[in-house]
C-alpha cells in the first residue's frame, strides 16, 4: 500500500527512457534571414568554426595581407609603409600587424552580425564605400581577398578546414564581398 511500483517510477524518471513523450521539446532553431546565404547548420557551423579563427585573428590577419600583397603587386601602392618588406619582417612589423587586423576584423564582426542581417549588410556596404574613397581602388580589388583570407583560413584551421568546412567559408565569403561590391557601387 502507498509504494509505487518499479514500473510507475520508470514512467515518471526522465533518465530511465519512459515518459519521454511528456518532456518539453527543445524551441526550433530561430529562422535564418533569406537574405543571408547559409542554412542554419551551416551558419552553426561557420560561427562554430571561426571561434578557433577568432582566437587566432592576428596570425590570421597577416597571412591573409601577406598573401594579399604577394598575389597582386599592384596593390602595394595602398600600402606603402609595407611594399618592400618581406613577409619574414612583415609578420613581426606592429604597423603591418595593426592593419592586418584592421582588415580581418571586417570578416570577424561579420561573424559577430550575422543574426542581425540588416547591420551586417550595413557593416559590409560601409566597408566597399571605404575602399571606394581610395583614390584608383577597383572594385574588383575586393574581390582579390577571397582566395587570400580561404589561405589563411587553411593556415590557422588545419585539420578542422573539412571539405564541407571549405564548402561552407566559400559560400560566406563569396556573399560578404558581394555586400562589399554592392556598397563599393552605391
Not at 604597423?95 to 549588410?121: G, P, W
Request: glycine share 6%.
Amino acid at each position: 500500500m502507498g509504494a509505487k511500483s518499479s514500473k510507475s517510477k520508470e514512467k515518471n524518471n526522465p533518465k530511465s527512457g519512459g515518459g519521454a513523450a511528456d518532456l518539453p521539446q527543445p524551441p526550433a532553431a530561430a529562422a535564418i534571414d533569406p537574405r543571408f546565404p547559409l542554412t542554419a547548420r551551416d551558419k552553426f557551423s561557420l560561427v562554430k568554426s571561426w571561434k578557433n579563427v577568432a582566437r587566432n585573428l592576428e596570425p590570421t590577419g597577416k597571412e591573409m595581407m601577406i598573401k594579399l600583397l604577394n598575389d597582386n603587386p599592384d596593390l602595394k601602392q595602398y600600402f606603402p609603409k609595407f611594399k618592400d618588406k618581406s613577409a619574414e619582417q612583415l609578420r613581426s612589423d606592429e604597423d603591418f600587424e595593426e592593419m592586418a587586423l584592421a582588415h580581418i576584423t571586417a570578416y570577424d564582426q561579420a561573424i559577430q552580425d550575422s543574426d542581425n542581417v540588416d547591420q551586417l549588410i550595413k557593416n559590409l556596404h560601409g566597408v566597399g564605400r571605404r575602399h571606394k574613397a581610395l583614390p584608383g581602388f577597383q572594385e574588383d580589388y575586393l574581390a582579390r581577398m577571397e582566395k587570400c583570407l580561404v589561405f589563411a583560413l587553411k593556415s590557422v584551421l588545419g585539420d578542422a578546414y573539412t571539405d564541407n568546412m571549405e564548402r561552407i567559408y566559400q559560400i560566406w565569403i563569396s556573399w560578404t564581398t558581394e555586400q562589399m561590391r554592392e556598397g563599393f557601387r552605391s
